[in-house]
């Protein structure tokens, strides 16, 4: 069973441009995680945020959450052409698994 | 440099045959996942570890085995009872603190022939 649901499915900006990415969650969780894989790679972990805290900044990332309404989104401010990704938020319900939702494809045009 | 080796890149099967997948980690994390991604999916969870000699099922282990006899390894064998094996497969790691993130390699991809 899918944890998070991004929204939207696919995203396409300017160079310079904000993007944003929601996501919602089924159940509670621990902690919510955001990564990001550049096609055909790995997964490279983001940000942490823990259902105790409403906001985290991360350089040009900051990320929120509202566990009352079982949300999180991810803003990545003057985007690059070099954050053109997958984004996947993934929450942790007991201390140890992880359920990815479906992603979000963000490309960013020069 | 720490990491996490996933081996081979890229893997080919013939029908009824089992594959191994080498999931290699030096980072010292006593938690080891396999997750399965198919296109335009998220990543589903086969099998993890927590430690040496245990592992637990995930959402999706029909098909699969693994083994955890080192701390640095967690191979994962696709058996012919999977029958739509054509997939990538991701390996991750972490510490055991619930509060830190996982570790991903760079997946190995396998195809059916």
């Known amino acids: 069973s899918q944890q998070g649901e991004e929204d939207p499915q696919a995203l396409s900006i300017q160079e310079g441009e904000n993007a944003t990415m929601n996501c919602s969650y089924k159940?509670?969780?621990?902690?919510l995680q955001w990564y990001r894989q550049n096609s055909g790679r790995g997964l490279v972990h983001l940000i942490l945020?823990?259902?105790?805290?409403r906001e985290k900044h991360s350089g040009r990332l900051r990320v929120t959450l509202d566990t009352s309404k079982k949300s999180s989104s991810l803003l990545i401010t003057a985007s690059r052409a070099a954050d053109t990704a997958s984004y996947f938020c993934?929450?942790?319900?007991?201390?140890?698994?992880?359920?990815f939702g479906k992603g979000t494809m963000l490309l960013v045009s020069p | 440099d720490g990491g996490i080796t996933q081996s081979p890149k890229y893997l080919f099967r013939k029908e009824g045959q089992n594959v191994t997948l080498s999931c290699e980690q030096n980072?010292?994390?006593?938690?080891m996942y396999w997750y399965r991604q198919d296109p335009g999916q998220g990543l589903r969870l086969i099998y993890y570890?927590?430690?040496?000699?245990?592992?637990q099922k995930g959402d999706i282990a029909e098909g699969y085995s693994v083994s955890r006899e080192k701390k640095e390894s967690f191979p994962l064998t696709v058996t012919s009872a999977q029958k739509n094996p054509t997939a990538f497969y991701l390996c991750?790691?972490?510490?055991?603190?619930?509060?830190?993130?996982?570790?991903f390699g760079d997946g190995t991809r396998l195809s059916i022939l």
């Open positions: 945020i823990r259902s105790n805290e």
């Open positions: 980072l010292n994390h006593d938690a």
């Open positions: 159940t509670s969780i621990n902690n």
């Open positions: 993934a929450g942790l319900s007991g201390y140890s698994t992880l359920t």
């Open positions: 991750a790691s972490k510490v055991t603190s619930s509060n830190q993130p996982q570790h």
């Open positions: 570890s927590q430690i040496v000699n245990d592992f």
